[in-house]
Nanobody, 118 residues
Framework: QVQLVESGGGLVQAGGSLRLSCAASGRTFSLNYMGWFRQAPGKEREFVARIRWSGGSTTYADSVKGRFTISGDSVKNTVYLQMNSLKPEETAVYYC???????????WGQGTQVTVSS
């Protein structure tokens, strides 16, 4: 089993920045990918970004390219999401996820609330 714990959410004004963290514990050796998703009220959960531990390759949703950066610290088993130029419509619960494959996530964190005020 893998446990994921997110932190770093909060309230920020439009145009501001936040950095989310996700610490993984347990059977982390089985993980190849870690990613971030978000779910706004009344909407479906959507992909934000992911990183592959081996090689560090990253993938982003088009809506966040150029503003968000995902990074990881393999020693600490922690992944980060630096979010810049935040928009009010990006208010959501942000979830960390982890898996052995890119297309299906096996483990999820409890989520952290990000609120962007206008």
């Amino acid at each position: 089993q893998v446990q994921l714990v997110e932190s770093g959410g909060g309230l920020v004004q439009a145009g501001g920045s936040l950095r989310l963290s996700c610490a993984a514990s347990g059977r982390t050796f089985s993980l190849n990918y870690m990613g971030w998703f978000r779910q706004a009220p009344g909407k479906e959960r959507e992909f934000v970004a992911r990183i592959r531990w081996s090689g560090g390759s990253t993938t982003y949703a088009d809506s966040v390219k150029g503003r968000f950066t995902i990074s990881g610290d393999s020693v600490k088993n922690t992944v980060y999401l630096q979010m810049n130029s935040l928009k009010p419509e990006e208010t959501a619960v942000y979830y960390c996820a982890a898996s052995s494959v890119a297309t299906s996530y096996d483990y999820w964190g409890q989520g952290t609330q990000v609120t962007v005020s206008s």
